[in-house]
Structures are given as structure tokens and as C-alpha cells.
């Protein structure tokens, strides 16, 4: 456990690092550009242009970064106050001072956070601006004092260390040893660490004295996976080698390394196969005197030879690099694949513990989705399932039905929890990471994934292929949602609780709408909005801690700045009436790398909640509506937008 919980602090700091790095990645390459083509010995040497060299990665490219720091932890008062405490160490010191925005320019953002948190509420009204700038002022004047006096220096003798380290691995010829190091790390998700922390910073340095840097293509090489992946392609089995040549081509030009880590994860020896590619590449590199001007971001081959320095040596050494690697890792993955004796891959599963391993939703989890299943013929009835059947498949269901019934196709469409789809399932719609239960309760339906259910393409791909199949001319039109399927609406009413006495003002209450709310994340405003209808009597206090269980099993947000927090199916139970409170967030809290700024605390009880849910989906599908309601500046306002939806 200890273990876990280091690798899964050192992959939350090299996430931050990348956080830093990544969206000023234009900015590199522009300044990279700018020293390959004008500086003395570049392509194209201009003494004029070449004077914007130094200013670029002295000061432009540290203090975008320190910005972005403060920004993350402090929105853009946190960026302004990070900037001015990185102007301390860039002025303290003589080299580009990228490691100390990385520590000046989070440290200003969460000194200017807290001193915030400090003083809120007690500021007199009419002084808020002239205490938020004076604050920010003194408190950035202080940190860049202090950066200029302590952490510049300290960093200065740090950077000095380290370039000396790699000065030292080149001259013994020892660099290609990083590999055992880094070829695993990418795989585990540590790259990030190693890659912003260390490799980027010192490569700059290097670009700054010799117009290149081997330390670019450390680890962005994408010569040992493609090795890999043409091993499967030629000697893997099943889904595995079905899949390895799409796999190759988003790898190799789309500069996705992460698509060749499950394939990796599938037969752990594989990791000897990039480890060997990896020092043959670097020390093909090393040999033949290859680097790159500024980082390549993606890891493509594209990309790549877009920050190659123009000239025919350079090339020659970076192809050549990428070549040797490529054909490693090629014949030492076959002969792994060749001589193993396991059974067939399931890519599917490797790609499921890749994406556990990661933390969160891979970008490429798609890739190895199951197959869907065969295209029903006569289809009179599309499911939507979630674990529940009260929120999220309720809300994609009232959309998809409504673009059902505009198409003019007679279709019914219902929703209800996993656990309750029917056997006879023609075709089963659930969000991505429910998918797999839903194959395995009902494997012969066709099931389609969505991320977003508020606006999926896939539901207009679905409609056209209905519409392809002429099922609007077999059956009757069912207009009622809500038909006599398990666990949709399929109920008897609570003694003391009569459905059509529980009406919309009942379910969603002017007291029950917050505006302007701010969470730090989005466990936060779970529990806020759990507490809330405990509060107004809608749940039992245990529902709370259900809501927060809902989400961790796959997120409640619902796309288009939506997310609906609901509770277990297990915690229906919990529910005394069905209700709602809505949170408004202008800001936004991060929901799985997704902004949500609208919450809706649900709690549903004997399907009483459908119809005003299905309101609420339908406006909340529609981009326009969602930014009337963030800036509603009443609870009426709000609901009356949400009315509409019912009319």
C-alpha cells in the first residue's frame, strides 16, 4: 500500500508538472524556431532576430510557466501573483530559470489562496478592490524578494548538479542506461516527473549553448513503442494483433505513447523489448550527435521533425534514432511474442488495468472497446442503463426520445439500472465504464457507449441507422417514456406519498437553488448538494455518502457543464420523496478533468422525478440555456429557464 500510494504521488506531481508545461508547449517551439533559423550558426543566421533569443527563454518562457503554476492552484490572481514571484528567480539568476517558476509560481498561487481564505467575509464593502490588488501587490513583491535572495540561488546550485550529471553520462557514454529508467516510468505513468522536472529544463539550458538537446528525445523517442506494436502486428494474437496496426498509427503520427502501454501491460516482458530500444536509440542518438530545439509535444514522428534543427547531419542522427529503436524493440518483442505460451490477449483487460494504474480516464480507452454487438433488426425499444436508473440514463433517455419522435421513428424509449435490464434488450445505450456490466448482463444486445449525454454523436448515428432499417413503419408509436420495464417506473406508490400529489414545486424548491457557489473540488459539491436535500427531507443522511460512491464508480457528469450527483442503486432505500437542489458554479468545479457549472443534487423515489428531469435534459442540451442559468441571478430566474424544458 505504502508503495501504491508513492507511485500515485509521484504520478500527481508529474501531472502538475506537465499541467505547467503542456499549454505553454507553442511558446517552446516558437522560441526553439526562432534560435534553429537565426542565431549565428541556425539556417538562416540574423543578428537582428536572433536578439529575441535570449529574452524568450529567460523571460518569456519562465514566466509563462510560473503564471500557469499560480493559475492552477488560484485561478488568474494566483497566476498574476506567481508571475511576480518568478520574476525574483529569473533576475536572480543566469540561466533560464524553469525549475524555480515551477516552484515560485504554484508557491504564489497557494500564498495569495490562503491569504484569501484569510480575509473572506471581513473586508468592508466598497475596499474589496483596493484589497485585492494592494494583497496581491505586497504579497508578489515579498515572494520575488525572497525568490531573488533564497530560491534562486538554491536552485541555481541544483540545476549545476544536475547538468553536470548529464554531462558526466555523456562523456562515459553512460546516457543510454537512462532508458532503464525511463521506458518503464512512461508505462507506469512517472514520465511526467522525470520528463518536466528534470529532462526539459536542462534540454533548454543545452538549446541556450548549442542549439540543440539530446535530453528532447529521451523519452518522446517514438521508436521503442512502434517496435512493439509491429511485433503484434506480425506475432500477437487475437484482439491484440487485430488492433496493434490502428494502434501503430496513432502511436507513430498522432505522438500518442499511452496507446502501447496495455499492449505492454499484456506480457510484462515486453518492458526488456522498449528498455533495449530505448539505449539503442539513445546511443545511436549520442553517437551520430542527434537533439532537438525545443521539446516535441506530442511525441510524433511529426512532431519531431518539426523541431529538428535544419540540417541534414540532424535529421539524419534523429531518423536514425527513431530507426534503430523501432527495430530493437521489433525484434525483441517478436521473439517474446514468438517463443511465449500464454493464451490470447485480451487487450481490453490490459487497457482496464492501464487505466487504473493512470487514475483516471485514459485518452485512448476507446481504442479497445468491445465489440458492440450486431445492429438488431425491427427494433422496438432502445434501454438506457446506468447503475441507479434515476439520473443519468433518465436524462439520455428523455433526450434520445425526443430526437426519436422528431426523426418520426416509433420506438420506445425507456431507461432503468443495469441490474434490471431485461433480457429481450434490443439495443442498450450506457456511459463508457458501465458498458462491460451491461455486456455481461445482457451479451447478445448491441450496446452503445456514450461519454456525453447531453450531446453524443452517437445518437445521431443511431438514429440514421435506424432510420436505414425502415423500423418506423413496424411498430406503434409509444409516446409514454416510461413503459412497464424493470425498474422504470415500475412501482407501487409509498403509503403517505401519492405520485400526482408530489408536483414540480414539491420536487424542485426556490430554497434548494444556491448561486454563486465555490468548491475546491467536486467531492465538495457532492456533499454539498447531498446535505442540501437531506435538509429539505428528500433523503436520509446516508444518502450522502452513497452519492459520493455513485461517482467514484463512473462520474455523474453529464457533458455540457452538467453533471447530476444521485446515489447507488443500493441507496434508493435512502430516498424519502423525490427532489432536487441545483448548484450554480460559475467558476466551474473540475469533475474528471471536465468543468461542471451547473450541479443537480438528485433524488428519486418511485419515478416521481422523470418528468422534470426530462425538462431539465432537454434545456440542459443546449449550450445557450446552460449559460442563461450560470448567470441567473435568482433561484426563480434559474428554474423559470428550466421550466421551459417542461412545456
Not at 167 to 195: H, R
Not at 431 to 452: F, W
Not at 498 to 523: G, M, P, S, T, W
Not at 526 to 546: D, P
Request: net charge negative.
Amino acid at each position: 500500500m505504502a508503495h501504491f500510494n508513492i507511485k500515485v504521488a509521484v504520478q500527481k506531481f508529474g501531472n502538475f508538472l506537465s499541467s505547467m508545461v503542456m499549454p505553454n508547449i507553442s511558446a517552446f517551439i516558437a522560441w526553439g524556431l526562432i534560435t534553429a533559423l537565426f542565431i549565428p550558426s541556425g539556417f538562416l543566421p540574423n543578428e537582428s532576430l536572433a536578439k529575441m533569443v535570449t529574452p524568450m527563454v529567460t523571460f518569456l518562457l519562465p514566466l509563462l510557466i510560473g503564471y500557469t503554476g499560480g493559475k492552477l492552484i488560484h485561478d488568474h490572481r494566483g497566476g498574476v501573483v506567481g508571475a511576480i514571484a518568478t520574476m525574483g528567480v529569473i533576475v536572480g539568476s543566469d540561466i533560464p530559470m524553469f525549475l524555480g517558476a515551477m516552484i515560485m509560481g504554484p508557491f504564489g498561487g497557494y500564498a495569495i489562496k490562503k491569504f484569501d481564505q484569510l480575509i473572506e467575509g471581513k473586508i468592508k464593502a466598497g475596499f474589496e478592490m483596493l484589497v485585492n490588488n494592494f494583497s496581491a501587490g505586497i504579497l508578489g513583491g515579498l515572494l520575488s524578494i525572497l525568490s531573488f535572495l533564497a530560491i534562486g540561488p538554491a536552485v541555481d546550485v541544483f540545476t549545476g548538479w544536475l547538468v553536470a550529471g548529464v554531462d558526466w553520462l555523456v562523456g562515459t557514454g553512460l546516457l543510454p542506461l537512462t532508458s532503464i529508467l525511463i521506458e518503464p516510468a512512461k508505462v507506469l505513468f512517472l514520465n511526467n516527473a522525470i520528463n518536466h522536472g528534470v529532462l526539459s529544463p536542462i534540454g533548454v539550458e543545452q538549446v541556450k549553448q548549442t542549439g540543440a538537446s539530446i535530453l528532447f528525445l529521451l523519452e518522446s523517442n517514438p521508436g521503442p513503442g512502434i517496435g512493439v506494436l509491429l511485433a503484434y502486428c506480425f506475432f500477437g494474437k487475437g484482439t491484440a494483433k487485430k488492433s496493434a496496426p490502428g494502434a501503430a498509427i496513432i502511436h507513430f503520427f498522432g505522438g500518442i505513447h499511452e496507446i502501447y502501454f496495455p499492449y505492454i501491460l499484456m506480457k510484462p516482458m515486453l518492458f526488456l523489448a522498449v528498455i533495449l530500444g530505448g539505449m539503442s536509440g539513445v546511443f545511436t542518438l549520442v553517437l551520430l550527435g542527434g537533439g532537438l530545439f525545443a521539446p516535441a509535444s506530442p511525441g510524433s514522428i511529426l512532431a519531431i521533425t518539426a523541431v529538428t534543427p535544419h540540417n541534414a547531419g540532424a535529421y539524419i542522427a534523429n531518423f536514425a534514432g527513431v530507426i534503430v529503436a523501432a527495430l530493437v524493440s521489433f525484434i525483441v518483442g517478436a521473439f517474446i511474442l514468438k517463443t511465449g505460451k500464454q493464451s490470447e490477449e485480451n487487450i481490453e483487460d490490459a487497457a482496464k488495468k492501464m487505466q487504473e494504474m493512470k487514475g483516471k480516464k485514459s485518452s485512448v480507452a476507446d481504442v479497445f472497446a468491445s465489440d458492440p454487438g450486431t445492429m438488431p433488426k425491427n427494433v422496438s425499444k432502445i434501454i438506457f442503463a446506468c447503475d441507479a436508473g434515476m439520473g443519468s440514463s433518465a436524462m439520455g433517455a428523455s433526450l434520445l426520445r425526443k430526437k426519436v419522435k422528431e426523426a418520426g421513428l416509433n420506438i420506445a424509449v425507456t431507461n432503468t439500472a443495469i441490474s434490471n435490464i431485461p433480457a429481450d434488450a434490443q439495443i442498450v445505450i450506457t456511459q463508457e465504464e458501465l458498458t462491460p456490466r451491461a455486456q455481461n448482463k445482457v451479451p447478445n444486445a448491441y450496446h452503445v457507449s456514450v461519454d456525453n449525454f447531453l450531446s453524443s454523436p452517437e445518437y445521431d448515428a443511431l438514429l440514421a441507422r435506424l432510420q436505414d432499417d425502415g423500423t418506423d413503419e413496424l411498430h406503434e408509436i409509444v409516446e409514454d417514456a416510461e413503459e412497464k420495464v424493470p425498474g422504470v417506473r415500475e412501482h407501487s406508490i409509498e403509503p403517505g406519498i401519492n405520485e400526482d400529489e408530489q408536483d414540480d414545486n414539491e420536487l424542485l424548491r426556490e430554497e434548494n437553488v444556491f448561486l454563486n457557489q465555490q468548491f475546491a473540488n467536486k467531492e465538495e459539491a457532492i456533499r454539498f448538494a447531498g446535505r442540501a436535500l437531506f435538509n429539505a427531507g428528500y433523503v436520509k443522511e446516508s444518502y450522502i455518502e452513497a452519492m459520493i460512491a455513485r461517482d467514484e464508480l463512473t462520474s455523474t457528469y453529464m457533458g455540457n457543464d452538467v453533471a447530476i450527483p444521485h446515489g447507488t442503486e443500493e441507496a434508493k432505500k435512502d430516498v424519502l420523496k423525490s427532489g432536487f437542489t441545483v448548484l450554480q458554479i460559475p467558476d466551474g468545479v473540475d469533475f474528471d478533468g471536465q468543468k461542471a457549472r451547473l450541479i443537480f443534487g438528485i433524488a428519486g423515489k418511485d419515478g416521481t422525478h422523470l418528468e422534470i428531469l426530462s425538462g431539465i435534459a432537454v434545456t440542459c442540451s443546449e449550450m445557450e440555456n446552460i449559460e442563461k442559468m450560470v448567470k441567473a441571478t435568482s433561484a426563480r430566474e434559474l428554474m423559470d429557464i428550466i421550466n421551459v424544458g417542461n412545456n
